[in-house]
């Protein structure tokens, strides 16, 4: 499935990048069968995008509440995934909002679970994010985030996304615990991933993540998911964290 969105985005790094991992169907699979598993009730997607990983979740799971903060993207999802069953609504969605309680009090301790993959590291008052995250959820609900792990591998690719900042586990796990989770689960996803970024973003000095590089790399995932159970998980581009309120 194609879900590419136009020229017209406000956002045109983070729309081509995505619109490049749209056409990476392994990669986008196999890192949806890493969350799954943790994804129960009643679900918020934080930063749905174009939908790369929610038309696995509109699949798999029911009832779905997707989200982004930029309109196009809302309005693209409302419009491609119109027709599926599973979906309960498309809402508009900022986590840094100042006035979130107000603005959002009609979904406030509404989800069993939410996620957010590769989002938090674009909001530079990441302790407020979480801390809104916490509100969505239900009482005894889970917070499952991705975030680009290592700030030595920050370099170009991570300006052009926007990316404020990237984590280590140690940062990661301080970062839920001051706002009041429980880690239930902390873990790396796609070592492989690392070298890539090396050397494309770093060494090379790329703008964005070019559609062959990400063709290449879904051609060789079943290798790289070999790779991430060999090192057990604890080494990986990006680090996942599931923390209970």
């Not at 029911?62 to 995934?81: A, Q, W």
């Not at 070592?191 to 060494?203: D, I, M, Q, Y």
Request: glycine share 8%; with cysteine; proline share 1%.
């Amino acid at each position: 499935m194609n879900n590419s969105i136009g020229a017209g985005s406000s956002d045109l790094i983070g729309t081509e990048t995505l619109n490049h991992i749209s056409e990476a169907g392994a990669f986008n699979k196999w890192m949806y069968s890493v969350i799954s598993p943790s994804l129960k009730g009643k679900i918020l997607e934080i930063g749905s995008g174009i939908g790369n990983i929610s038309d696995f979740l509109l699949n798999d799971k029911d009832p779905v509440t997707l989200s982004d903060l930029r309109s196009e993207y809302c309005e693209y999802l409302s419009k491609h995934f119109m027709n599926r069953q599973s979906l309960a609504s498309v809402e508009q969605i900022d986590l840094a909002d100042s006035d979130f309680e107000n603005k959002y009090s009609s979904i406030l301790n509404s989800f069993d679970t939410v996620f957010a993959l590769n989002v938090i590291e674009h909001i530079e008052n990441d302790s407020l994010a979480i801390q809104n995250c916490r509100k969505l959820l239900k009482e005894g609900g889970n917070l499952l985030i991705l975030v680009p792990s290592y700030q030595w591998l920050y370099c170009r690719f991570d300006k052009e996304l926007g990316h404020f900042r990237r984590y280590n586990r140690k940062s990661l796990l301080m970062l839920l615990k001051s706002n009041g989770f429980n880690v239930l689960d902390l873990f790396n996803f796609n070592a492989a991933g690392v070298f890539g970024w090396l050397l494309f973003g770093k060494l090379l000095n790329h703008k964005q993540i070019g559609q062959n590089q990400m063709q290449l790399y879904n051609n060789l995932v079943f290798l790289f998911i070999l790779t991430d159970k060999l090192l057990f998980r604890r080494t990986g581009l990006s680090i996942i964290i599931i923390g209970r309120k």
